[in-house]
């Protein structure tokens, strides 16, 4: 079929079980999604399309086509859509392509999904909120200040127009199991940590939440397996980590949890004129998952973020300890 492809080992047995589909699952937060999935008995299919690899389908969620067909020849009971352009920078510079992902194809997922009786799961971003006036409940009234966070918040409409069984699961800044440091802007930090050599210059304005992305992907799963049994769980979800912290806070607790020194990091108090706006603090309250029983005790950032770093660090020990 054009448009995707699949490429699955022929000797993979496949058993009886609950069907997810994961966008985006070559990306941080899709890959925890999927191993969430699959550590509790579903079946998980993942799709991808730059970084597109084995065990995963091949599908350009911009083609309608290909999504319909993915849809009609896996008919999945679940669909969590992770996929997105989240670089609020790279929006403002490629905006069609990125609303192209974020709004039309989200459209046609959810058009899909309701056609099919799947589940949708959208992730969407505190970025719809223009950080005046924190905190923000689920139904406050969103105004993004960037071409992201106006189309993340699109996307949640048109996620919800045409499926109205969905839910949005709005987000803060995510870090986790990271490929490559620059994958997340709180893992890529360690960059500027390991840099002692020179004085950097790091943002201390913008409050930020930085929040595992395994945590998320256990409320996605707790949400997905709640809505099968309970069809008033729809709409709109809030999850967040509780630790505030600018850029700065977090390259210097960075530093501290390995040892290293941090007189090198200057804190910057004024955003910079050539990037795209950012909202000053989009804390989320989460209470509604919270008073459902939905939600999970988020993973102390000082913890995680050691547990992500530690592959990355000098000593060759450590990289062989973690993946060998």
């Known amino acids: 079929m054009p448009g995707f492809e699949f490429r699955v080992p022929e000797e993979e047995v496949v058993v009886p079980g609950l069907k ?3 966008t985006g699952a070559t990306g941080l937060l899709g890959r925890a999604v999927c191993r969430e ?5 579903w079946l998980v299919t993942g799709t991808g399309y730059r970084r597109a690899r084995p065990r995963l389908l091949r599908c350009d ?4 086509d290909a999504v319909r067909g993915l849809l009609q020849e896996y008919k999945p009971d679940v669909i969590i859509h992770c996929a997105a352009e989240r670089r609020p920078d790279v929006v403002e510079r490629h905006t069609d392509a990125a609303v192209n992902l974020n709004v039309h194809a989200t459209s ?10 799947a589940f949708l799961l959208y992730i969407s971003t505190d970025y719809v909120f223009d950080g005046r006036n924190p905190p923000y409940g689920e139904d406050d009234s969103p105004n993004p200040l960037n071409v992201y966070g106006r189309s993340k918040l699109e996307g949640e409409r048109e996620t919800l127009r045409h499926c109205p069984g969905a839910v949005v699961l709005r987000v803060p800044v995510l870090f986790g199991e990271v490929e490559s440091v620059t994958e997340s802007a709180v893992t890529s930090l360690w ?3 390991q840099e002692a050599t020179e004085s950097s210059t790091l ?11 395994r945590d998320v992907a256990a409320v996605c799963r707790k949400l997905s397996e709640r809505a099968r049994q309970d069809p008033s769980i729809r709409g709109v979800f809030h999850f967040s980590a509780k630790e505030q912290m600018t850029k700065y806070e977090m390259a210097v607790a960075i530093a501290q949890a390995f ?11 004024e955003q910079p004129a050539a990037s795209a706006p950012r909202p000053i603090n989009s804390r989320l309250n989460c209470s509604r998952l919270e008073l459902l029983n939905l939600s999970v005790e988020p993973r102390p950032f000082t913890s995680a973020i050691t ?9 060759k020990r450590w990289r062989q300890t973690v993946f060998h």
């Open 307 to 315: 547990d992500c770093l530690w592959p990355f660090t000098p000593d």
């Open 61 to 64: 969620l911009t083609d309608e």
């Open 108 to 117: 046609t997922l959810a058009k899909e999904a309701a056609v099919g009786g």
């Open 20 to 22: 997810v589909l994961v």
């Open 191 to 193: 960059l500027k940590v």
């Open 203 to 213: 943002d201390h304005c913008q409050q930020r939440f930085p929040t595992d992305a």
């Open 37 to 41: 999935f699959q550590n509790n008995g």
């Open 259 to 269: 040892k290293l020194p941090s007189d090198h990091l200057i804190p910057l108090t």
